[in-house]
């Protein structure tokens, strides 16, 4: 029977530790870190998150602003709502939140974000670094899945992992980082023989958005099993992951659950991206 990996009690913890920095930046340089949501229409999905992601950085002594606009606003609206963020002294972290209306080109605005504000690592200066190996901002959403693996003292180094999703926020991030720390990856997606790819896992990581996709069946004996996926239940409104979770646990060593697994993980990682943003605008063209 495989053990729970418990991202709440894990995302808390870092959390805990952000807010601890906070506190001494607050008393020894004067600095509150500030975070801009930005969240377009009326996703009920999106509303929940953001709802999520400004009691977390309230929370840690952050400040925090959420601007709404209508799923009608145009993209310069946007644009140049980002302008006036990424010229804001008091906003070290903003976040577009996404999916965006279909009438806005999401990359052009996630492009405009200034790199060093970008909380999400979505940007693509960012992502080129983590591509290159380069220290910069990386997504919120892998980083909390490295820190599980960290937590459970599970190291990649020399294992067969795989990342089912090819995403760029999460699954082409999260092979970067698994790559990054040596383990042999493999990324599937919707042409991919998933049993037998999946079958060789020592490290499986799921984001697809298909709810129960991966079988439990075809877990690896003693494999760890990160369920990024989240899919709301129509029958009674609960969530759920892509990886069948029962079946799973038979044979899994570890295995996330879902809800309380990765998606506090993001939100804690978002708080840690904000904080170090702050932390680099005390040294000028430090980024
Ligand atoms: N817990 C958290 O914090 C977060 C959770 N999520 C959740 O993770 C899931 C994935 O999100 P995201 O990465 O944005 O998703 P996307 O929809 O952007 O990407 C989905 C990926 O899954 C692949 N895919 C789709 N169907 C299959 C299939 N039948 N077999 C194999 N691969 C398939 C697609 O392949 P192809 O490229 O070939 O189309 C694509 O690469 C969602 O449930 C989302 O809600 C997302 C972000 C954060
Ligand atoms: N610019 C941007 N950045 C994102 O990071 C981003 C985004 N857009 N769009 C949507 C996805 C999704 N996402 C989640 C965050 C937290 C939970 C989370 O906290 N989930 C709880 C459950 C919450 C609930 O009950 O609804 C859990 O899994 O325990 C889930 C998913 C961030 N995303």
Redesign the pocket.
């Known amino acids: 029977m495989a053990q729970l990996i418990d991202g709440k009690a894990v995302a808390a913890r870092v959390r805990a530790e952000v807010k601890a920095e906070v506190d001494r930046l607050k008393v020894e340089r004067g600095l509150v870190p500030g975070l801009a949501v930005v969240r377009v229409g009326e996703d009920p999905a999106s509303k929940t998150y953001v709802t999520g992601k400004k009691k977390a950085a309230e929370e840690v002594g952050f400040h925090s602003w959420e601007h709404h606009r209508d799923s009608t606003v145009s993209q310069d609206e946007l644009l140049a709502l980002v302008h006036r963020l990424n010229e804001d002294p008091a906003v070290h972290g903003i976040l577009v939140q996404l999916p965006l209306p279909r009438h806005i080109d999401a990359d052009v605005i996630i492009s405009a974000v200034r790199p060093e504000k970008d909380a999400d690592g979505f940007h693509p200066m960012n992502a080129g670094s983590l591509l290159l190996g380069r220290a910069a901002t990386r997504p ?2 892998p980083l ?1 899945v490295m820190r599980l693996l960290e937590e459970i003292g599970c190291e990649p180094s020399g294992k067969r992992a795989v990342v ?4 760029n ?3 082409k991030p999260m092979a970067l980082m698994l790559l990054q720390r040596n383990a042999t990856v493999t990324v ?5 023989d ?1 049993p037998s790819e999946v079958s060789r896992a020592d490290i499986l990581v799921v ?4 709810r129960e ?1 991966v079988k439990g069946a075809w877990i690896k004996p003693g494999a760890v099993v990160i369920d ?4 709301r239940k129509e029958e009674d409104n609960k969530l759920v992951g ?1 990886v069948e979770f029962a079946a799973a646990s038979e044979r899994a060593s570890f295995i996330t659950p879902v809800p309380g ?3 506090p ?2 939100i804690a990682m978002l708080i840690r991206n904000t904080l170090e943003a702050a932390i680099r605008s005390l040294v000028p063209s430090s980024y």
């Open positions: 919120c959403t909390g089912v999703g090819r995403s926020i999460v699954g599937c997606h919707s042409k991919s998933l984001a697809v958005g298909v996709l990024v996926g989240m899919n892509d697994g990765v998606g993980m993001t």
